[in-house]
């Protein structure tokens, strides 16, 4: 990508719009601004932004409609600003395809992380389908399935495995229940959660330093999981 | 039928016999044992459809008497010479007695369908009533007021057992006092037996029957005065105890109503709070972290402080409007009533939301050579969220015309915008707290609460506000203030 990335800023809240904006500027993003809907979509087309910041409570339209619209004009990924209390809204628009989300009141700091990463994966896709990647301290080999901690091989079960590079591959993204158990046991299993409580749990035992405690396949609460590459330095 | 139409119909019925007497004895060819006897039988017959039964007795003896002295030989005396006469005589009398025994008989059944139909129009009259109590607060005594009128009763009592206490609701001209302990024993012998007899009780010449519940016996119906009859009694008792029943059911329903929409409220309260405070707290947060980094430049430094500067003082606001709903709420907006000029409250107003007011042309026209006598804050407090609001929803370069008028009965204050006006599906819900209309919703800040606290703070001293759109466009808010003018 030559040119700066191009991030559409959507919330109808012109104080949002005066603090963020010139923040995204600060990191030598473009910046296009949206207040409602309607805007936000027909700028999609326009501008053809790299990544949406979307929030969800927009005066025109509901947020899962809106990010609905949006998909089917574009594959950009979309980071969710979220003012409500309710995981619902959150969950439904990850699950229509919105990428990652932060929750009102957020840092600077924050929003950057996941903007950054959005893009990253955006670069990634773009490039050629990896036969190995390498997370945290773990190399994943698609091929040939299997996962190293440095020279030893940790043996997981097929499902182990499967989740694990499902998770590798969207790597600092959240994931939802749903997405996850539509993966790997279909469509029929995103009513039964506990199965993923228990694979879950498994894959930490084999994974995870200590796995109470878990820093890499981390619990998004009541939304998903995310596996992060660079863990929190505590 | 009273004892003076009997008497007055005893004098007809013997003036007839006279009257009848007299024209057969002037004609004496025309008069035999059988006409005079037919002639009587009809005075009789009349008599006793129109009166009672000892009047039509009184009417034939005196028939039978006149028949024997004048017509029976030997005439002029009481005597009877001939046996056959005897007979006739005798059989004169048993006919006409049978005949008023028989047509008092169908008047009196006659009466009493009269009756039923009076009672049941009553009835029905009370079932009315009945369905018209919708105050819990009065509905026992109102009924007991309505059971006495109804039936035209000197005294009505509906007596509820509250644990060995009785609660009683009286209503009629006379007052009875029932002692709890005889209500108790009749109570008791209703919850022994299941039939649902009157039982006279009491110690006073009182009828009382149970009040059931299905067949559960919830109280008493005691009444004294005119005569019921034990059916109607029932019947009477048995609509009371529907009322009751019908009061009780309301309540139930008007507090699960309160309660679900106290429930309705506080999820408004809280996602609207969620809204209101996640805004300008990310605002500040994110202005924050933008001045503690080193790329903004001295303009980009200046914009990012007074972001934080004014979305504190929205913070300040939405905390002034909570502590004020709450307040409201709780009762406690106390009202100080002074004497003040209108202007006073339009400049206390105008400086409360000088922050919303700015660079905007307000028109004033506020009458300055009367008095009113009021808490000045309550109006002020009302005022300033309507024009907060005026200039919210207007074109930043429009006037805001502000009207002050002193009439006798009290102050009134419009606020006239040059905005899009108010949309008719939002002005029934304009009052309601959170409410937002849809239009209003886009690129505005708002919190749902002005108007809901400008109604609650006017309310404290009767006050009360209306809203309209303009003819020519614009939205027109109007507060009156019942208050002392001098």
New interface residues.
Partial sequence: MNRPPRILLVD?????Q???A??LR?RGYEVDVA??GKEAVSAVVDRRPDLIVLDL?L??LDGTEVCRRIRKESKAPIVI?S???GEQDKVAALDIGADDYVT??????E?LARIRVALRRLEDSEGPELERIAVADLIIEYNRRRVLRGDDEIRLTPKEFELLALLAHNADRVLTHRTILKAIWGANAVDQPEHLWVLMAQLRKKIEPDPGNPRYLLSEPFVGYRLVTVPPST | MTRSTDLRTLSFGCAGIVLITFLLRRWPQVSNATTVALGFLVVVLLVATTARLWVAVTTSIVAVLAFNFFFLPPLGTLVIADPQNWVALLAFLAVSLVASNLSAVARDRTQEAVTRRDELARLLDLSRDVLLITDSAVANSSLAAFIARRFDLDYVAICLPQGAEWTVFESGSHGHALSPVDLSAAFRAVEASTGARPLTAAGHDLRVVPLRFGTKPIGLLAAAGRPIESGTLDALAALAALALERVQFLDERKSAELARQGEELKSAL??SL??DL??????????A??LQ?T??DER?RR??SE?IV??VD?LTRLFQNILEMARIDAGAVSNDARWVAPSEIVDAARNRVEHALRGRRIELSVESDRFVRLDPRLPAAALSHLLENAAQYSPQRSSIEVQGTVSDTGLTITVRDHGDGIASGDLPHLFERFYRG?SA???R?GTGMGLAIARGVLAVNGGRISAENCADGGARFTIVVPAEVK
Avoid: Y
């Fill in positions: 109808d809240e012109v104080a949002i005066r603090a963020v010139p923040l600060s207040s409602t409570g005066p025109d600003l003012a409500r209390g009102k009141p957020f840092g600077s700091e929003l | 809280l996602a969620s809204h996640r805004t300008p707290l990310t605002a500040i947060r994110v202005a972290d933008n980094s790329w903004p980009e914009e990012q972001l004014a979305e929205r849809a919703k886009i690129g800040s």
